[in-house]
């Protein structure tokens, strides 16, 4: 892969990941929203299933991009969210039900914090490899 290419690539990766992880902060936010009274429980469940999909879909865009890319020990470590998403799918449950949000709102918003952890991690991760593409396309 030539220089800027290699600096394309990493731009995608990471605004990639920089939208899962606008994702997961605005699910955050709307439980804040829904514990603290200013949102109710139809509203979030409209508002966070509407977003599970697309989320599930770059993940999956992503972790595919950086296997073709050849960029393996990051794709291998994005590989158990993506199972995990894969199995909540197949379980049928990966959307939210307004009538039992309250019950599983603290672990459902625990879910989003861990997610959040993780992107936030590979949020840097990603931003050092386009560093350092960057810095070595210049030399």
């Known amino acids: 892969m030539g220089l800027g290419l290699e600096v394309a690539y990493w731009i995608v990766v990471f605004v ?34 509407f977003l599970i999909y697309p989320e599930f879909g770059v993940h999956v865009f992503l972790t595919l991009f950086l296997f073709f890319g050849g960029h393996w020990f990051v794709a291998v470590f994005n590989l158990p969210l993506v199972a995990f998403h894969v199995r909540k799918y197949l379980r049928n449950e990966h959307l939210l039900d307004n009538t039992r949000v309250f ?19 590979t949020f840097v991760t990603y931003l050092y490899c386009f560093i350092r593409a960057m810095l070595t396309a210049k030399s």
């Open 16 to 49: 990639t990941t920089a939208i899962l992880l606008f994702i997961d902060i605005y699910s955050l936010i709307l439980f804040s929203d829904l514990l603290l009274d200013h949102l109710n429980p139809i509203e979030l469940c409209e508002k966070v299933n």
């Open 103 to 121: 019950r599983v709102a603290a672990q459902v918003q625990r879910y989003y914090e861990l997610k959040m952890g993780f992107f936030l991690v």
